[in-house]
């Protein structure tokens, strides 16, 4: 054959793994305007604009507070106050099942506009990403500002936080890492089992439970019988919920061991969802 | 050699998959799956005609066949053929939005694809941001589309709404805004599949007009998908003429558009519709037959310039549901598809046919008092809709001959050549 400087050779797999970073890099303007997108028509025509953010961990967390703070006696058993331990925890949680979540709809949501127009898919899952991070920090400016205030009565303080707080890009990297990954397997599979896309809405609800974002995991193991036990200490999000924790509160320790465990279990899921997503990504138009 | 060619088609190949998918896809995944597992070739998998040999009904269509051909830099090449024939698959494999099954395609250059204008348009952004959006997902930089913004804006002609949400835009102007953004790309390699079809005359034109200048003065590469011959014969030099996914023939332009017309031809005309199996729309409602009749309701085989004539229509409702407004039109075409007149019932009587509840056919006389049509053989189109939802779309439904008739009081007929209407006049001195 012939030795001829193509640009591009279009062929029936493309590619099995890697995540064409060179044309992610060429389209990145794209993802900040799909962040841009996301992010605007969020709130647009709303009065209460970006505040929404904010309002849906504090009301969750005000829930949680009246009903499983006196249920529990969460201040009295972990001795922290329950509104600090609630919001950092459906803040953490509301990162990680958001962007699992949508990550999982990028086929589905997105099939008008794959169907018509090529550009690298993975656009949109790491749009989705960093558009759930102004959120996310937009909602723990919130926790830091009722820290502030109960560093300030004096039930917490900040010098047990500020050494730490260089681990909450670490947290943070980890549950974006496992939320992509889990949400490339089920977007690859929901583009021909559509069964998945039921199972996504409740599944994070479950799973939700399955962590110590309500019942402080002492409480657990005190009264709950020892097969929760089991399924708590699996779920690679309680690693990640403790380990916020831990940066803030005194009375917690930093659990090395567990986030091992979440950061093998996001990467071993990272690397099953790039896998899936790059099979299906070429041909998913024909089965959606 | 190499360096003049945009695109190289080798060996392609595209298989779907018929019928629905759903629990049945799980079980042919895993045979398939366990098929490549031992090792086995594509070949073992599907025997030559592409049926599956793994599944035991041929569920599965090759929609491109061996698909070969070459594009120069520079050139314009119109995609033709008739509905169902591959040409919007063969679109799509170009434009990377789904994979080839087999085969290859070398690009030289970028391309950027326009199979629908406006894509990814976001209803709560306004115009503004949806131009930056569409440009970055048709593969422009921020930068790129930055320093256009200023002619596309004049292009698309919406000026002052560019700051409003798009959701508030008429259908007419997002068209306009999404051509305007397409239109300014700046790919090596442009492939656009019946855009054109979309907004009014003057914008269409205007289409035409860029997409010339496009290639002709800036030296880009166009694919045009149409089914409208006279703008592809306007536009480009080079035409493919695809058959049941398969290359009929490539060649000049005025060489392949009559081959695509004759291939209509070949398909027997008569009068019974329900062969017809390249038709377009959702089926509820399906023409079955069409005659020609002249005023005194006799069947004939040929109209007279002049002459009354009906088109006798039946429809079937084919959705026993349905039920309401019927929209049907005729359009008559000469030897080179132009569309020369247009018959409606909504625009002749101002309303549309009531179909009852339990109705299952439906029996039309559209009546043509005084034919203005010079001699000569002219096809026609049909069209039942309910203006919402496309029912049925017959393309080269069927022939209207047409001999030199009693048009004028004097009997005399101007040459065909010059003259393909004929139109009442009066002269006089004064």
Not at chain 1, 11 to 39: A, H, M, N, S, T
Not at chain 1, 217 to 246: A, C, D, Q
Not at chain 2, 386 to 391: I, K
Request: aromatic content about 12%; glycine content about 8%.
């Amino acid at each position: 054959m012939s030795e001829e400087n193509w640009t591009e050779v279009i062929k029936p797999q493309r590619k099995v793994f890697g995540l064409g970073f060179k044309e992610l890099i060429k389209y990145k303007d794209l993802i900040f305007l799909f962040v841009r997108r996301d992010f605007v028509a969020f709130y647009k025509q709303t009065v209460l604009g970006p505040f929404w953010y904010v309002l849906q961990p504090l009301m969750q967390t005000a829930v949680y507070s009246i009903m499983f703070g006196s249920i529990f006696d969460i201040s009295k058993e972990t001795g922290v106050p329950s509104i600090l331990f609630y919001l950092i925890g459906t803040v953490s949680w509301w990162y990680f099942s958001q962007s699992l979540i949508k990550t999982a709809n990028t086929f589905t949501a997105n099939a008008h506009i794959f169907g018509k127009v090529y550009f690298p898919r993975l656009t949109v899952p790491v749009s989705v990403l960093l558009s759930n991070l102004i959120g996310f920090g937009i909602q723990f400016m919130l926790f830091v500002c009722f820290f502030a205030y109960f560093a300030f009565t004096g039930e917490t303080s900040f010098s047990h936080a500020l050494p730490n707080l260089w681990k909450i890009p670490l947290l943070v990297i980890i549950m974006a890492v496992l939320g992509l990954g889990m949400g490339l397997i089920i977007s690859s599979l929901t583009t021909k089992y559509k069964d998945f896309k039921q199972f996504i809405g409740f599944g994070v609800q479950l799973l939700m439970f399955a962590s110590p974002v309500i019942i402080p995991l002492s409480i657990v193991y005190k009264r709950f019988p020892p097969w929760t036990h089991f399924i708590l200490e699996y779920n690679p999000m309680t690693g990640v919920i403790e380990g916020f924790r831990s940066i803030f509160f005194a009375e917690y320790d930093f659990d090395w061991g567990g986030i091992g465990y979440t950061a093998s279990f996001a990467l071993v899921m990272f690397v099953l969802g790039i896998l899936l997503f790059n099979k299906t990504e070429q041909n998913f138009v024909d089965t959606v | 050699m190499s360096k003049d060619i945009a695109i190289k088609v080798e060996g392609l190949f595209k298989q779907y998959r018929l019928g629905t998918i759903g629990a049945g896809t799980i079980k042919d995944d895993i045979k398939l799956w366990f098929a490549k597992l031992r090792g086995k070739s594509l070949s073992d998998i599907y025997d030559i005609d592409g049926n599956d040999r793994m599944v035991g009904d041929s569920e599965y269509v090759w929609a491109l066949q061996n698909i070969d051909f070459e594009v120069k830099k520079g050139e314009i090449l119109g995609i033709i053929g008739k509905n169902g024939a591959g040409k919007s698959t063969l679109l799509k494999v170009l434009s990377k939005v789904t994979g080839p099954t087999k085969g290859q395609i070398k690009v030289n250059g970028r391309i950027a694809s326009l199979l629908e204008v406006g894509t990814g348009f976001h209803p709560e952004l306004t115009g503004r941001e949806n131009v930056f959006l569409n440009g970055a997902i048709l593969g422009m930089t921020k930068v790129e589309i930055k320093a256009k913004l200023d002619e596309i804006v004049d292009f698309s002609g919406i000026g002052k709404y560019l700051d409003t949400p798009v959701k508030r835009y008429s259908s007419g102007m997002k068209v306009r805004l999404g051509f305007a953004v397409a239109a300014h790309l700046e790919p090596e390699i442009l492939i656009v599949d019946e855009v054109l079809a979309v907004g009014d005359a003057e914008f269409q034109k205007r289409c035409i007009g860029k997409m010339n200048d496009v290639s002709k003065n800036q030296g880009r590469t166009v694919l045009f998908v149409s089914h409208n011959m006279a703008s592809v014969m306007e536009l480009c030099d080079r035409a493919l003429l695809m058959q049941n996914g398969t290359v009929h023939s490539t060649g000049k332009v005025t060489d392949i558009i009559p081959l695509y017309l004759n291939a209509f031809k070949a398909e027997e005309i008569s009068s019974d519709l329900t062969k017809i199996k390249t038709r377009a729309g959702n089926g509820k409602v399906k023409f079955s037959r069409v005659e020609l009749l002249d005023g005194l309701d006799n069947e004939i085989d040929f109209a007279l310039s002049g002459q009354t004539i009906k088109m006798r229509l039946a429809c079937d409702i084919i959705d026993p549901t349905f039920f309401g407004k019927l929209h049907v039109s005729i359009k008559f075409v000469d030897e080179n598809d132009v569309t020369l007149f247009h018959l409606s019932n909504s625009v002749s009587n101002g309303n549309e046919f009531e179909v009852n509840r339990d109705q299952s056919t439906l029996n039309i006389d559209c009546e043509i008092e005084k034919l203005p049509l010079n001699s000569g053989v002219y096809k026609f189109h049909l069209f039942v809709s309910n203006l919402q939802e496309v029912f049925d779309e017959i393309n080269f439904a069927g022939e209207l001959k047409v001999e030199g008739g009693n048009f004028f009081p004097t009997g005399k007929l101007p040459s065909p050549q010059v003259s393909k209407f004929l139109v009442d006049n009066t002269w006089k001195l004064r």
